[in-house]
């Protein structure tokens, strides 16, 4: 991204941050002042592009995001069934009821706000260049691969361990960041659809549906970050480098531990096993849980031997890349499981939320302290699980794909 763009993107969040506070400033709720406040600022930035440059595609996002906001309204006042307190699942604790019409209400939000989008690109340019780049049989293949991938240690996390992660977006991220925003959506959206209905037990997580919303968010925000070349290797850097990098990532991954520790040691005063019971646990699900919980080691290991042994500084980019995605995700899936589910997802992050709630902390709040903690380590350990991939891959199998370029490493002047 140029810095002409960065300027443009920095006035649109300031206009929207702004509208966003004084919203909640003035009594209204959290999660709705914010998304008022994101949409505001997409707008100011997509009319500020448009002057400047005459770019139509900015302005066609923000026409989609208003279609998308208005259609999720409509559907909530009209549609929407989240009063019966005796639709709850007796084995994910979620209102049924709730939990079904809000991912019904939110798929055909996004579908609609979609329509718009890519309408309006159609009628003005009678062709859809944007889509056309995204998507060819690599890109679908790879996103089933990355459905089935989501899915299964997605499930295992679930099922298995007790541990404030998800690895439920392994997938997302490698088809966001390989083969871009639009791709790495819809591989988040339709496999948390299909993990709720359309996959069979043992695999099956009837909450996942409700937060398909939050899966689209990491898709599109992986396949920013991907083509602004946040997972392009960059080893052999110079120690100054190296040390500014290293001072982040050491600044982000302590501050995420000892915010876990926090809750761990000093919220939740029961004893509590982070490790699978075989003898309450399907045995394929005891294997995904150790292999699981083995990825997030290698996560904490691998970023600094990224940094020490190979120099390279995109051990922080993958820090950075991973708190930001875990915050913004947090900040859409809170309000979705304090809402729907009540802060109980029947996922190994529900003691967190207990934790909170025993220290005196309302079920927003609480689910939101959970998140801000969960979904940062989560997101850490998955983008450099992708990344681990990404370097696995043969350079030219790389190449191949729309954004794979932005994943190889520049060659040397």
Known sequence: MDSARWTRAGIGLAAGAVLGIGLYAIGQAWPMAAAVGFIA????????????TGEWGPLRVSAGLVAFAAATYVGIVAFGNFGDPNAVDPNTYANTKAANSWALILTVAMVIGVVVTYGLELIQ??????????????????????????????????SALKIPIYLDSIGTILVGVLCGPIAGAITG????????????PP??????????????????????????????????????????????????????????????????ETEISLFPDPANVDAIFVVLGW???????????????????????????VVVAGVLTGIVAALISAPIAAGVF????????????AAFRQAGLDVEAATTGQGLISDPIDKVTTFF????????????????????????????A
Do not use: C
Request: overall charge positive; charged content about 10%; proline content about 3%.
């Open 41 to 52: 600022a997409h707008m100011v930035y997509a009319v500020v592009t448009r002057s400047q």
């Open 125 to 158: 340019t009678g062709r859809l260049a944007s889509l056309s780049g995204q998507f060819g049989t690599r890109t679908y293949l790879l996103m089933a691969v990355g459905i089935g991938v989501n899915v299964i240690l997605g499930q295992a996390v679930a």
């Open 189 to 200: 959206g339709l496999g948390n659809i299909l993990w709720s209905y359309v996959i069979p």
């Open 203 to 268: 695999f099956q997580y009837q909450p996942a549906a409700a937060f398909a919303i939050t899966a689209v968010a990491i898709g599109v925000i992986a396949g920013l970050l991907g083509r602004a070349g946040f997972l392009r290797p960059r080893p052999n850097r110079s120690t100054g480098e190296l040390l500014a990098g290293g001072a982040v990532a050491v600044a982000l991954v302590g501050g995420l531990a000892w915010a876990a520790s926090q809750a761990y040691t000093k919220i939740f």
């Open 291 to 317: 292999l699981a919980l083995g990825l997030v080691v290698l996560a904490v290991l691998g970023l600094f031997a990224l940094l020490l042994v190979r120099r390279d500084l995109t051990a922080a980019y």
């Open 342 to 353: 009540g802060g109980v997802t029947a996922s190994g992050t529900d003691f967190l939320v």
């Open 385 to 412: 699980t992708v990344y681990l991939i990404l370097a696995a891959l043969a350079t030219r199998f790389k190449a191949r794909f729309p954004q794979g370029e932005m994943v190889i490493e520049e060659a040397s």
